[in-house]
């Protein structure tokens, strides 16, 4: 595992990740560094109290847009138009609710507060997205957030829901809104039984690294 330094933005080649996918320890959550760190197939994930850690897994868990799975209680919810979706509208409450929601079996949040304004500072530069799904109260009741590598790659960060199923009506959303604009992979880093649930795969991480080949 390697050290970073606040000195240079450069990352090792994620070849030599180990076997669990961590890379590299340290540095920092520059919008500089995580442009370089998503560009090159490598994300931060770490706990409150720990150095900033930095993973790219082998094999990646990847939607590929087209082959979302929506079933039918979830056809039924849509058809039902109870729900408003939105898109980049409440980034900021977005990303504040992944961190607030509690999720069984999960003790505290990844999602600090440093990690908070670095990928709002990411929106801000236009690369970090979010959806958001309101009821109707017009409350916030789901969502999700991510980052847009490259035309062809975006990747979902976190998502919540208030009301059963608001996440994945996000994440539906943001399926359909890829396969409009061609973005060819939605990137979900590690394998959940929800994403898989929702069509998400596992792939080679050779295979994910073509995809974030410079934009042509």
């Not at 039918?72 to 849509?78: D, E, G, P």
């Not at 600090?112 to 304004?117: E, F, L, W, Y």
């Not at 958001?132 to 916030?140: A, D, S, T």
Request: proline letters at 5%.
């Amino acid at each position: 595992m390697f050290k970073l330094t606040k000195n240079t933005l450069e990352f090792p080649p994620v070849s030599l990740a180990n076997k669990d996918g961590l890379l590299a320890f340290g540095g920092d959550l520059s919008v500089e560094r995580l442009l370089n760190a998503y560009k090159n197939g490598i994300f931060p994930w770490y706990d409150q109290n720990e150095e900033i850690l930095w993973w790219a897994p082998d094999p990646r868990m990847v939607l590929f847009p087209e082959e979302v799975k929506i079933s039918k209680s979830m056809r039924s919810l849509i058809r039902k138009k109870l729900y408003t979706i939105t898109e980049n509208q409440a980034f900021e409450q977005v990303i504040q609710k992944c961190a607030e929601v509690k999720r069984p079996g999960q003790q505290g949040t990844w999602l600090n507060q440093d990690m908070i304004k670095a990928y709002t500072k990411l929106y801000y530069k236009g690369k970090a997205f979010s959806v958001e799904v309101w009821n109707k109260k017009n409350e916030l009741v789901g969502g999700l957030y991510g980052v847009i590598n490259n035309k062809r790659v975006w990747s979902g960060e976190s998502m919540f829901h208030l009301e059963a199923n608001t996440s994945k009506l996000a994440f539906i959303y943001l399926a359909k809104k890829s396969q409009e604009k061609n973005v060819q992979i939605i990137d979900c880093q590690i394998h959940t039984p929800h994403l898989a649930s929702m069509g998400a795969r596992q792939i080679p991480r050779s295979e994910f690294m073509t995809y974030l080949q410079p934009d042509k």
